[in-house]
C-alpha cells in the first residue's frame, strides 16, 4: 500500500453554509440517499433498488442529464472481446498502473478493471448502442496511454448514450425517487456519523433530505478554471461539503488538462477528443509543422500531461494563443462516422473540418483526486459513501489514462449502491436536529460563525477572479512562489465570502469553489515534485524518495 502524507486545515472551520430549525422546514427520510445524477450517482441507484423495499432519493442541482458523464465524447475502456488476441485484462491493468506514476491503488485498479467488463456488458443489455464493424462485431478504437484498441464508443456522444440508458432505466424503478434542479448545499452530520443532507429546491426553500446513507456522486470541479470542458455543474460542491462534515480528501493537486479543446472566440471551451488522434489527427503549429515527435517517442499519442506541457511550450515559442490539430490523415468516410458532434459542432463557427484544422490548446478536464475511499466506497465520515469523479480511489494515481473515469464511476457507484442497501437493513434513520442550534465545532454552525460581509459583495466578479487566479497559478505548470502567492490571495477572500451568509445556490456554489481552490492550492503546494499531472518547474523531477505517498487533508 502507498503511503499518505496527513495535514490539517484549520483555517476553514465553518461546518454549515447555511442554518435551519427542525419545525421551520420540509423533512424528507429515505434509506440512501444519492447526490448525483451522472454515471456514478445513476449505477449505484440501480443497485440500491434492486431490493425493491429500498427508498431511494436521487438528486441533482441542475436537470438530471446535465452532467460531465453526458459529454464524454471519447468512450469507455473495457476488454471485452473474447475472440481478441492483442489485448487481456492484465495489459489494461498494467497500462493503468504505468499511466498512474507511481500512485496507483492496485486494489482499486484490478477491481475496476475486473468488474468494470461486467459492468459494460450490462450497459449493453441496458440499452447502449455502441458502435459496430459492418459484420455487427463491437468496434473498439484507442487512446493515449492504452497499449491496445479497447475503447467501446458511440460515434462521439459515447457519454450521451450511457446516460440516456441508465436514465430510462432508473425512471422505471418505482423505488428510485427524482428530485432535479435541487441544490444540495451540505451534507449533515450527528456526532460525526452522516445523516442526510440539506437541501435547497427550485422554490428556494430549504429543506432537510435524512437517510441512513448518503451517496457523494457530486463529480469534479473543473470550474475553478477559467479554461474547462466540464459542464457548469462541476463546481467542486461534493468535495467541499465532505471537507466540512470531517471527510479526508485526496491527492487534490492531481487536476488533469485535457490538450485539446476547442479555442475560438465566442465558442464554448468544447472538447476535441483524444480519440482524433488516435485515428491519426496531428497537433500542427501555425507554420504547419507536426511538433509532438519532438516531445515524446510517442508523438501525438503521448500522455496527456505530457501534451499539454507541448502545446503551452509551442505556444510560447511561437508567441501564439494556440496550436492546430489536423485531421486531413483521417479518411473523410472515417471523421463522419467517428467524429459526427465535432463535424456538427465546428460546422456552426464556419470551420469544416474535413478541410480546415481545429484551433486547439489546453484546459481542466479531470479532477483525480478527491473524498478518499475505500474499495466499497466508504468515507472515513460513519454512513457517507462516494463514487465517480469526486471519489479518490486511488485507481488514476497522479495520472489518468482517458476512457477509465467513466467505467470507475460504473464500478464504484454500482458498489457504493449494493452497500447501501445492506445498510438499509441494519442502520436506523436519524432524528431530525436543528443546525441553527447544534453545538459548535464538529457538527455545530461553525466556530467561526457567519458574520456580515458589510459592503455588497460582487459574487460575480470573485468567481471570475478566483477562475483566472487558478489558470494562471495552479495550472499546467506551477511553481512555488505562483502557488503561494495564490494561496494568500484565496485566504484574503475566505473571510468575507466564506463567513458570510447567502441564501442561493450561485452564492453557496462560490463558496464551495472558494473552499475547494483553497484546498487544491494547499496540496499543490506541499508537493516539492513533478509526477502525473503534477508539473512544478522548480522541482520538474519526480522524487520518490520524497513524495511518493498520497496527500491526504482534513477539517478535524
Ligand atoms: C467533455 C468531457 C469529455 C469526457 N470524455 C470522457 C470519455 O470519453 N471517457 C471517460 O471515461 N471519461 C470522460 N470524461 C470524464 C467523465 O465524463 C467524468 O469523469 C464522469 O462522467 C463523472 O461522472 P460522475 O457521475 O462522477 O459525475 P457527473 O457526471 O459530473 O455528475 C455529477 C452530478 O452531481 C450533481 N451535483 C453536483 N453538485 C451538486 C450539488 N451541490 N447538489 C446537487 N447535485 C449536485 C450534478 O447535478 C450532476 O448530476 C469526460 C469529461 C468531460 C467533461
Known amino acids: 500500500m502507498t503511503a499518505s502524507s496527513h495535514e490539517r486545515v484549520p483555517e476553514i472551520q465553518r461546518r454549515y453554509l447555511d442554518t435551519f430549525r427542525v419545525a421551520h422546514i420540509p423533512h424528507r427520510f429515505s434509506d440512501v440517499l444519492i447526490l448525483g445524477s451522472g454515471v456514478a450517482g445513476l449505477s449505484a441507484a440501480l443497485e440500491a433498488s434492486s431490493n425493491s423495499q429500498t427508498e431511494i432519493l436521487l438528486v441533482s442541482k441542475s436537470a438530471l442529464d446535465e452532467c460531465a458523464t453526458r459529454y464524454a465524447q471519447g468512450g469507455v475502456a473495457a476488454v471485452l472481446s473474447p475472440d481478441r488476441t492483442d489485448d487481456c485484462l492484465e495489459n489494461h491493468v498494467r497500462d493503468t498502473e504505468e499511466g498512474a506514476a507511481g500512485l496507483a491503488n492496485m486494489a482499486a485498479v484490478r477491481t475496476t478493471i475486473t468488474e468494470g467488463i461486467d459492468r459494460v456488458r450490462e450497459l449493453i443489455e441496458l440499452g447502449v448502442e455502441f458502435d459496430r464493424d459492418e459484420d455487427g462485431k463491437l468496434d473498439f478504437t484507442r487512446e493515449g496511454g492504452h497499449s491496445a484498441a479497447r475503447i467501446l464508443h458511440r460515434g462521439d456522444t459515447t457519454g450521451q448514450e450511457i446516460e440516456r440508458a441508465l436514465l430510462t432505466a432508473v425512471k422505471k424503478r418505482p423505488n428510485i425517487h427524482l428530485l432535479p434542479n435541487t441544490f444540495s448545499i451540505d451534507l449533515l452530520t450527528v456526532d460525526g456519523v452522516s445523516a442526510g443532507a440539506l437541501l435547497c429546491g427550485p422554490d428556494g426553500q430549504p429543506q432537510a433530505a435524512w437517510a441512513r446513507t448518503t451517496i457523494l456522486a457530486t463529480g469534479g470541479a473543473g470550474h475553478l478554471y477559467r479554461e474547462t470542458t466540464n459542464p457548469a455543474v462541476c463546481t467542486g ?24 479543446t476547442l479555442y475560438l472566440a465566442g465558442a464554448e471551451r468544447f472538447l476535441i477528443t483524444e480519440a482524433v488522434r488516435g485515428e491519426g489527427g496531428v497537433l500542427r503549429d501555425a507554420a504547419g509543422n507536426a511538433f509532438m515527435p519532438r516531445f515524446h517517442r510517442l508523438a501525438d499519442l503521448a500522455p496527456r500531461d505530457v501534451v499539454s506541457r507541448a502545446i503551452l511550450t509551442v505556444m510560447a515559442e511561437r508567441n501564439e494563443n494556440k496550436v492546430w490539430l489536423d485531421l486531413s490523415g483521417i479518411p473523410t468516410p472515417r471523421i463522419r462516422v467517428r467524429f459526427p458532434a465535432i463535424l456538427e459542432f465546428l460546422k456552426g463557427f464556419g470551420i469544416d473540418i474535413l478541410k480546415a484544422p481545429i484551433p486547439v490548446r489546453p484546459s481542466a478536464h ?82 467561526q460563525g457567519p458574520t456580515d460581509p458589510g459592503n455588497e459583495i460582487n459574487l460575480e466578479d470573485v468567481r471570475r477572479s478566483l477562475k483566472s487566479l487558478l489558470w494562471y497559478k495552479v495550472g499546467v505548470e506551477r511553481r ?19 463567513g458570510a451568509q447567502f441564501d442561493s445556490p450561485e452564492s453557496w456554489s462560490l463558496q464551495n469553489m472558494l473552499q475547494t481552490a483553497y484546498l487544491i492550492t494547499l496540496s499543490a503546494s506541499r508537493r516539492e515534485e513533478s509526477r502525473g499531472v503534477h508539473y512544478r518547474s522548480d522541482f520538474p523531477k519526480r522524487d520518490d524518495a520524497r513524495w511518493k505517498r498520497h496527500s491526504t487533508l482534513s477539517r478535524n
Do not use: K
Open 237 to 260: 460542491d461534493g468535495l467541499a461539503m465532505a471537507f466540512r462534515a470531517g471527510a479526508d480528501l485526496q491527492d487534490l493537486e492531481f487536476i488533469q488538462f485535457h490538450p485539446t
Open 366 to 447: 479531470y479532477s483525480i483526486g478527491g473524498v478518499r475511499t475505500e474499495i466499497d466506497g466508504r468515507t472515513n465520515v460513519e454512513g457517507l459513501l462516494a463514487a465517480g469523479e469526486v471519489a479518490s480511489t486511488g485507481l488514476h494515481g497522479a495520472n489518468r489514462l482517458g476512457s477509465n473515469s467513466l467505467l470507475e464511476g460504473l464500478v464504484f457507484g454500482r458498489r457504493c449502491g449494493s452497500l447501501a442497501a445492506r445498510r438499509a437493513s441494519t442502520v436506523s434513520l436519524p432524528r431530525p436536529f436543528s443546525t441553527a442550534t447544534a453545538r459548535e465545532g464538529r457538527d455545530g454552525g461553525g466556530s
Open 480 to 498: 512555488g512562489g505562483d502557488l503561494l502567492s495564490a494561496l494568500e490571495q484565496i485566504r484574503a477572500w475566505i473571510p468575507y465570502c466564506l
